[in-house]
């Protein structure tokens, strides 16, 4: 089983990239779960067409932690387990603490065991501002951050952030850095702007996405680019990427 | 000045049997603790490991509490402290502070402890403090240290295990596996030795069996050498869930033998102990016997008197309360704040064929406030009960204390007649720290 | 190492410090924290607890109210209390998670007092600083909504409040009531003490005494208060000993007549100091001020709580953890403090014990000697 965790800016496209990997391995014929870890509860949307997952947070407070383990997860396109750990409305309570209590949920309930995915996803908010964020990125979950960014100065700054903590963590043993994804903006210098964030922080590009209206519109139609435009140019650029950064941890997809 | 609310009748400080709801007779918001201290608390218990160390790191109020209890049981020299400040919640050092402090702390003990039990608290889940990460630099830096990861978290006391459980549970988490010995068996998870007259001890050893329970473990290696026992029992209802682990990791059997005051269920028991080692069930007649003179006698003695019963003395209030009264007894009043799974039929019991009887809180607001007795005199069980009555009639046991089986009915039976005729000082009694805690507490 | 204590005890924290100085006084107070987290103050914080009505409750917070920000039910919890108890206000102390969550606990305060009509506020306590900080906050919060103007100075009138009067650090044995008895030998009249052996309705006319006595650090943020609103001068310092007491007495009528305030607390011998007195700086000056007047012992304060260093002397040192106070007692030949300090002490010195509830909360209870305009007379022990 490989697990792997993008972090990145807020509204950098982590979710969308992350649906679209999790759909372009589907489809060739890998078992993913995608674990959104974000009080929004909002990575795994595009898979399920419309239905939401209750988040493990909103079960827990419903009815406690004995509930099956299958209502913690639904079935998105292509067989993707999608589960949202959910948290608390902006500006109150503790997001970081409502991430590691979901994920320490699933762990307690054998999902893992359960729903035996060859490939973990998890999409992890914006800031990581506190340790709950770091979870993901723990031993015992994701082996690979991937980080995902643009050529904006922020994503970038972002970006440089993150892999500062990984840097930190390392002695730790937790995930070390598989790589950067590119998600274009065409803004100016772009691709040499993210190539010296990658040489600054010891890694590399392991794939880009162009900006495209592809992406959009299947956005528009509430669904990834691989389920709504499987021909398309965006999709065989999706499938690119899945394809290295499943090599990167360590797994050979024919995509 | 202060001065005694007058006596004002308040909502909620009581419900009766016909009207309360299981398992929740009252409703739940702000909370009140009467001085009643005999109940075990996570320092008491975690002592019961001899050659052991406690390290609690925590906010300096939490560290008050417990450091106190230590000192109160005169153990302060096994209890050190860490205490967590702002800035390490803004540093986010959390785990450095953990292995940096008990390794100071480790450094300076007079003798080497056999075991560490470091308590993290409810800023460490919500931190996500890196405790994995934590006790492997621990054990990798003290081999011969056996580290046992306690958790001092009531904020969690709805998530999963309860702090209590929880407790009990880690309590035997250095047990490694032993040759298994077939004649060996364990109590576990109980604060309070059993008492040796009691039908389990006398059943197990009349038989050649040796019986341990760690109150009794005067070493650390006796304590490690529970884990040849063949049979681990648990008596006491949050100690089922860590027995049933243990067990489970060091494949033993495990049979849960709550102390029931119900003789169907005594019976059926002490015929599964039997079944398990494998000897003849035992005959229940002179036991039950002993048992129902020792209450019809208690009840001659109190002739009436009204009995209150709470939680804190017995696991099963609501199922004495039963009993008592299909012996004559005149109980009256229960205080608890919620009804647990294994008084259910007894509740439903007590509804129809007590239904006056009456239900308090021992936590709602209103209690600390209503007023504690009427002047008649009342038999009180539990600390709680003899708190809320103002009684100085009452029996002071926690946790069942110690008592099984027919013999523990009987006794308990001699308790209440005891105390009918002998009152006691309940100020100074109840407000005692855990009771029957080793080294004695003073106050 | 900072921080941790082999065997030393903690002091009592900052909301059983709201508690305690809250206690006497009619209101409600509730610890936003987890179930059973208020019995730590119950049993060890408080020896009023047993005989009285005070109400101080638990929120009994949850994993999953603190995760999601359910002040709602905090809000709630509180309201229905406040409605069937009614107090005559309401306290909201916090801890830590709260604070970690950064809960708003005066908009929690307010959302109360809107609801019921009770005063209520909230305090940003956290656990982690000692009950000096709680108090402290407890007493100001109750200045700014209790002490109004329809009171004024009364110059010359000889009338004193009593700051910073909890069993925290003066028990029950009868101190309160030797202050009082102690002022009225001295000419004054007790307008109120905070917060021990009166009501709110005293303190509510705070505003009229010539002048305050503040006794413990927890009481100075009250005496600014008043001194800004009202003008009234403060004297900070315990009547300890005879000869102090009679000095202290003087500083009282001097800062009455004068409306400088002073800190008596901080009086010294010249000799170097050799014994230590630990604990907090008010009372322990003011001891170590009373030793020296006594029987010319030089004492030096080591402070192991929250303080200025307008309330030390330069030879006093402030030492918040065992690590600090260990070399900060090492060329002590006595030591004057709560008996759980013994094992600190430098081996060979002379000890004399001084309980502090704060520190060893009910141990030595019994044994804690009212000081008050008396000789100062402590047994010695020798510490092995």
């Known amino acids: 089983m490989i697990q792997l965790a993008l972090y990145g800016k807020g509204g950098i496209g982590k979710s969308t990239t992350a649906s679209n990997i999790s759909a372009a391995l589907a489809a060739a014929g890998v078992r993913v779960m995608q674990i959104g870890c974000d009080p929004k509860a909002d990575s795994?949307?595009?898979?399920?067409?419309?239905?939401?997952?209750?988040?493990?947070?909103?079960?827990?407070?419903?009815?406690?932690?004995?509930?099956?383990?299958?209502?913690?997860?639904?079935?998105?396109?292509?067989?993707?387990?999608?589960v949202e750990a959910g948290g608390p409305t902006p500006g109150l309570g503790c997001a970081g603490r409502a991430i590691t209590a979901a994920l320490e949920l699933l762990k307690e309930k054998g999902a893992y065991e359960k729903f035996a995915p060859d490939a973990v996803i998890y999409d992890v908010l914006g800031d990581v501002v506190c340790g709950g964020f770091s979870v993901p990125m723990r031993a015992g979950y994701a082996q690979k951050v991937f980080i995902v960014t643009s050529g904006e100065n922020m994503a970038i700054h972002a970006g440089a952030n993150i892999a500062m903590a990984v840097e930190n963590f390392r002695e730790r043993g937790y995930a070390s850095l598989g790589g950067i994804i590119l998600n274009r903006r065409n803004v100016k210098n772009e691709d040499e702007k993210v190539l010296e964030l990658a040489s600054d922080v010891g890694t590399e590009i392991v794939g880009a996405i162009d900006r495209s209206d592809t992406v959009q519109d299947a956005e528009e139609l509430g669904k990834t680019v691989m389920e709504a435009f499987p021909d398309s140019l965006a999709a065989a650029g999706y499938r690119a990427l899945a394809r290295a950064v499943a090599a990167r941890c360590g797994m050979e997809v024919e995509l | 000045m202060l001065e005694k609310i007058g006596a004002k009748i308040y909502e909620d400080t009581g419900v009766t049997a016909s009207e309360a709801l299981f398992p929740e007779p009252f409703r739940s918001g702000l909370e009140y603790a009467a001085p009643a201290r005999g109940m075990w608390n996570i320092v008491h218990t975690g002592m019961l490991i001899p050659e052991s160390h406690q390290i609690f790191v925590c906010a300096e109020g939490c560290l008050r509490g417990v450091v106190l209890t230590a000192a109160e049981m005169g153990a302060i020299g096994r209890l050190s402290s860490v205490a967590i400040r702002e800035g390490n919640v803004l540093d986010g050092d959390m785990e450095e502070l953990i292995i940096d402090g008990a390794s100071d702390i480790i450094g300076k003990l007079p003798r080497r402890p056999r075991a560490v039990l470091i308590y993290t608290s409810c800023i460490h889940h919500f931190m996500a403090c890196d405790l994995p990460r934590v006790y492997a630099v621990l054990r990798e830096r003290f081999p011969d240290i056996d580290f046992i990861e306690c958790f001092m978290n009531p904020i969690m006391r709805k998530s999963g295990l309860t702090p209590d459980q929880l407790m009990r549970r880690q309590l035997y988490a250095p047990l490694k596996p032993l040759p298994r010995d077939p004649r060996a068996v364990n109590i576990v998870g109980s604060d309070l030795p059993t008492d040796d007259g009691s039908d389990l001890c006398r059943l197990t050893?009349?038989?050649?069996?040796?019986?341990?329970?760690?109150?009794?473990?005067?070493?650390?290696?006796?304590?490690?050498?529970?884990?040849?026992?063949?049979?681990?029992?648990?008596?006491?209802?949050?100690?089922?869930?860590?027995?049933?682990?243990?067990?489970?990791?060091?494949?033993?059997?495990?049979?849960?033998?709550?102390?029931?005051?119900?003789?169907?269920?005594?019976?059926?028991?002490?015929?599964?102990?039997?079944?398990?080692?494998?000897?003849?069930?035992?005959?229940?007649?002179?036991?039950?016997?002993?048992?129902?003179?020792?209450?019809?006698?208690?009840?001659?003695?109190?002739?009436?008197?009204?009995?209150?019963?709470?939680?804190?003395?017995?696991s099963r209030p609501v199922q004495l309360a039963r009993l008592l009264s299909e012996h004559g007894f005149n109980v009256t009043d229960i205080y608890l704040d919620s009804v647990s799974g294994e008084d259910r039929d007894a509740f439903d019991w007590v509804k129809g064929n007590l239904p006056w009887l009456l239900f308090h809180p021992t936590a709602r607001p209103a209690m600390r406030v209503a007023p504690r007795g009427d002047g008649t005199p009342v038999l009180a069980v539990g600390q709680k009960a003899a708190y809320f009555t103002g009684s100085d009639r009452f029996v002071n046991i926690v946790e069942n204390g110690g008592l099984h089986g027919y013999d523990g009915i009987a006794k308990l039976a001699g308790l209440i007649a005891d105390a009918a005729e002998t009152p006691k000082d309940a100020r100074a009694l109840i407000q005692i720290k855990g009771l029957g805690c080793s080294g004695g507490c003073c106050v | 190492?900072?921080?941790?204590?082999?065997?030393?005890?903690?002091?009592?924290?900052?909301?059983?410090?709201?508690?305690?100085?809250?206690?006497?006084?009619?209101?409600?107070?509730?610890?936003?924290?987890?179930?059973?987290?208020?019995?730590?103050?119950?049993?060890?914080?408080?020896?009023?607890?047993?005989?009285?009505?005070?109400?101080?409750?638990?929120?009994?917070?949850?994993?999953?109210?603190?995760?999601?920000?359910?002040?709602?039910?905090?809000?709630?919890?509180?309201?229905?209390?406040?409605?069937?108890?009614?107090?005559?206000?309401?306290?909201?102390?916090?801890?830590?998670?709260?604070?970690?969550?950064?809960?708003?606990?005066?908009?929690?305060?307010?959302?109360?007092?809107?609801?019921?009509?009770?005063?209520?506020?909230?305090?940003?306590?956290?656990?982690?600083?000692?009950?000096?900080?709680?108090?402290?906050?407890?007493?100001?919060?109750?200045?700014?909504?209790?002490?109004?103007?329809?009171?004024?100075?009364?110059?010359?009138?000889?009338?004193?409040?009593?700051?910073?009067?909890?069993?925290?650090?003066?028990?029950?044995?009868?101190?309160?009531?030797?202050?009082?008895?102690?002022?009225?030998?001295?000419?004054?009249?007790?307008?109120?003490?905070?917060?021990?052996?009166?009501?709110?309705?005293?303190?509510?006319?705070?505003?009229?005494?010539?002048?305050?006595?503040?006794?413990?650090?927890?009481?100075?943020?009250?005496?600014?208060?008043?001194?800004?609103?009202?003008?009234?001068?403060?004297?900070?310092?315990?009547?300890?000993?005879?000869?102090?007491?009679?000095?202290?007495?003087?500083?009282?009528?001097?800062?009455?007549?004068?409306?400088?305030?002073?800190?008596?607390?901080?009086?010294?011998?010249?000799?170097?100091?050799?014994?230590?007195?630990?604990?907090?700086?008010?009372?322990?000056?003011?001891?170590?001020?009373?030793?020296?007047?006594?029987?010319?012992?030089?004492?030096?304060?080591?402070?192991?709580?929250?303080?200025?260093?307008?309330?030390?002397?330069?030879?006093?040192?402030?030492?918040?953890?065992?690590?600090?106070?260990?070399?900060?007692?090492?060329?002590?030949?006595?030591?004057?403090?709560?008996?759980?300090?013994?094992?600190?002490?430098?081996?060979?010195?002379?000890?004399?014990?001084?309980?502090?509830?704060?520190?060893?909360g009910r141990i030595y209870r019994d044994g804690i000697p009212n000081l008050i305009n008396k000789k100062i007379e402590l047994e010695r022990t020798d510490t092995k």
């Open chain 3, 1 to 360: 190492m900072r921080q941790t204590a082999r065997i030393i005890s903690v002091y009592t924290a900052d909301v059983s410090g709201v508690a305690s100085a809250l206690f006497e006084l009619g209101g409600m107070v509730v610890m936003h924290d987890a179930s059973g987290c208020n019995s730590t103050y119950n049993t060890h914080d408080e020896p009023r607890w047993y005989d009285s009505d005070s109400l101080v409750f638990i929120s009994a917070l949850t994993e999953m109210d603190a995760m999601m920000g359910c002040d709602d039910k905090l809000v709630r919890d509180v309201t229905e209390a406040a409605r069937e108890l009614h107090p005559r206000f309401v306290a909201i102390a916090g801890t830590p998670i709260p604070m970690m969550t950064g809960t708003d606990l005066e908009a929690a305060a307010l959302r109360v007092e809107r609801d019921t009509g009770i005063p209520s506020f909230g305090l940003n306590t956290n656990s982690m600083h000692s009950y000096l900080s709680g108090a402290s906050l407890a007493f100001a919060a109750i200045a700014r909504r209790f002490c109004d103007g329809r009171a004024e100075r009364e110059k010359g009138s000889g009338l004193v409040n009593v700051l910073g009067m909890t069993p925290l650090d003066f028990s029950v044995n009868g101190s309160d009531g030797s202050i009082r008895a102690w002022l009225r030998e001295n000419g004054f009249a007790v307008n109120s003490v905070w917060a021990m052996g009166g009501t709110l309705d005293e303190i509510a006319l705070s505003g009229r005494a010539d002048v305050n006595l503040v006794v413990s650090y927890d009481g100075l943020a009250a005496a600014r208060y008043l001194k800004q609103r009202f003008g009234t001068p403060f004297v900070a310092g315990v009547p300890v000993g005879r000869e102090f007491s009679r000095r202290l007495a003087g500083e009282l009528a001097r800062a009455a007549g004068t409306g400088a305030d002073s800190a008596a607390c901080t009086l010294r011998g010249d000799a170097p100091p050799k014994t230590a007195v630990i604990g907090e700086s008010i009372y322990s000056g003011s001891l170590a001020a009373a030793l020296w007047l006594q029987e010319g012992e030089s004492a030096r304060v080591v402070c192991p709580l929250e303080t200025e260093r307008g309330l030390l002397s330069p030879s006093d040192a402030e030492a918040m953890d065992e690590d600090d106070l260990i070399p900060a007692l090492a060329r002590c030949s006595s030591v004057i403090a709560d008996p759980m300090y013994a094992p600190v002490c430098p081996e060979g010195c002379s000890f004399r014990a001084l309980a502090s509830e704060s520190f060893s």
């Open chain 2, 205 to 314: 050893r009349e038989n050649g069996f040796s019986l341990n329970e760690i109150a009794r473990m005067r070493t650390y290696d006796e304590y490690l050498g529970m884990a040849k026992a063949f049979l681990n029992i648990s008596t006491y209802p949050s100690a089922r869930a860590g027995a049933e682990t243990l067990s489970k990791r060091l494949g033993q059997r495990h049979i849960y033998m709550p102390f029931a005051f119900d003789y169907g269920e005594t019976d059926a028991e002490y015929a599964a102990l039997a079944g398990e080692l494998g000897v003849e069930a035992p005959d229940a007649s002179a036991g039950r016997d002993a048992a129902d003179l020792a209450l019809d006698r208690a009840a001659r003695t109190l002739g009436g008197m009204r009995v209150a019963i709470d939680y804190t003395a017995v």
């Open chain 1, 44 to 82: 795994t949307s595009a898979l399920l067409g419309g239905r939401r997952a209750e988040t493990v947070i909103d079960l827990i407070q419903k009815r406690g932690r004995d509930f099956p383990l299958e209502d913690m997860a639904l079935e998105g396109y292509g067989g993707v387990v999608c």
